[in-house]
Nanobody
Framework: QVQLVESGGGLVQAGGSLRLSCAASGRTFSSYAMGWFRQAPGKEREFVAA????????SYANPVKGRFTMSRDNAKNTVYLQMNSLKPEDTAVYYC????????????????WGQGTQITVSS
């Protein structure tokens, strides 16, 4: 069992930056790929970014490429999402997820999910 707790959300102006953190419980953190997903009001949950178990591979959705960077610290059981050049369309609840996945972007492949943290980007 893995429990995930996101933090770092909030309100930011367009063009600003935020860093999300996701802290995981348990001693098996390094055996899971990790992902970030987001859900805006009235929209389906969508893939944002993912990172492999060791951190040597990352994947990003096209809308965030070049602006968001995902990283992990297996010693601290934590993953991060550095978000720069934020846009109003990035406004959503952001979820951290863990799983033994073959397809980074497939939400159904992630077993564990956090409660989510709200990001609001004002124009």
């Amino acid at each position: 069992q893995v429990q995930l707790v996101e933090s770092g959300g909030g309100l930011v102006q367009a063009g600003g930056s935020l860093r999300l953190s996701c802290a995981a419980s348990g001693r098996t953190f390094s055996s899971y790929a990790m992902g970030w997903f987001r859900q805006a009001p009235g929209k389906e949950r969508e893939f944002v970014a993912a990172i492999s178990r060791s951190g040597d591979r990352t994947s990003y959705a096209n809308p965030v490429k070049g602006r968001f960077t995902m990283s992990r610290d297996n010693a601290k059981n934590t993953v991060y999402l550095q978000m720069n050049s934020l846009k109003p369309e990035d406004t959503a609840v952001y979820y951290c997820a863990a799983g033994r996945v073959g397809n980074f972007g497939g939400a159904s492949e992630y077993t564990y999910w956090g409660q989510g943290t709200q990001i609001t980007v004002s124009s």
